[in-house]
């Protein structure tokens, strides 16, 4: 007699969070205005990072001032329940705080639309512990060419 087994696959509390937070993102961007988009999505991003441990919310204060001098025409809104920014309603870069999931980095991640390409193999997330100057003027170059 052959037994088979199968391994539940589980999502951790934080991942059904997030799956969580985007579903009613869904919901809340379906029920705004439109022509209110990127000011609605402004006041989402800023709370959301305002809720942030410190160490986190200096990052993501950081990366939401370096996305608008560098990329304005890009929309902020919610993603997974972490600030993000979008070209024509998709993903181009986003920003997920350490704390999400417990990590010992936060993250700024690149999208596929993001117009990144360089060869055949390229970067589209970076750890990010602090920020110098230096890191935010490579920062800046890389989302205004995210954005291009």
Known sequence: MTTSTKSAVSFSAEERAAMKAHAQELKTTARRNPKNAKADGERDVLAKIAEMDESDRVLGERIHTIVK???????????????????????????????????????????????????????????LTSLTAEDEARIGELVARAAG
Request: overall charge positive.
């Open 69 to 127: 001098a560098n990329a304005p025409e890009l929309t902020p809104k919610l993603w997974y329940g972490m600030p993000a920014y979008a070209r024509d309603g998709k993903i181009v870069v986003h920003f997920q705080c350490a704390a999400k999931f417990k990590s010992r980095y936060a993250t700024l991640g690149f999208s596929d639309p993001a117009r990144l390409d360089d060869g055949t193999v390229w970067p589209v997330a970076f750890a």
